[in-house]
Nanobody, 126 residues
Framework: QLQAFGGGLVQAGGSLRLSCAAS????????MGWFRQAPGREREFVAA????????YYEDSVKGRFTISRDNAKNTVNLQMNSLKPEDTAVYYC?????????????????????WGQGTQVTVSS
């Protein structure tokens, strides 16, 4: 089971740090991703990180503002979100990439991720 937490209400320009934790599953074995879904919109890719942390990918609109990281010893994956904008408002989900997928080719593909956590709401007010 994956669980995302750390969401909340923040003013534009503020920061939040999301975390994804797992029970019964070592995240160190997986490439991981963060996705988000705003009301009335499809779920979209936000950021991804390789199992070692060596490779990271970001959606263009969050580059320079969001940072994905992981702590395999603590079995967590984090998303530091700075300079938040109202358009970042969404439910944020963490997910583990299918072990047969290749992160560099598949990081944006929702169907490449096997395990999804319950989301956490992020609301950015203007």
């Amino acid at each position: 089971q994956l669980q995302a937490f750390g969401g909340g209400l923040v003013q534009a320009g503020g920061s939040l740090r999301l975390s994804c934790a797992a029970s019964g599953r070592p995240l160190r074995n997986y490439d991981m991703g963060w996705f988000r879904q705003a009301p009335g919109r499809e779920r979209e890719f936000v950021a991804a990180i390789s199992w070692s942390g060596a490779f990271r990918y970001y959606e263009d609109s969050v580059k320079g503002r969001f940072t994905i990281s992981r702590d395999n010893a603590k079995n967590t994956v984090n998303l530091q979100m700075n300079s938040l904008k109202p358009e970042d408002t969404a439910v944020y989900y963490c997910a583990a990439l299918n072990s047969r997928a290749t992160l560099s080719r598949n990081y944006q593909q929702i169907r490449a991720y096997d395990y999804w956590g319950q989301g956490t709401q992020v609301t950015v007010s203007s």
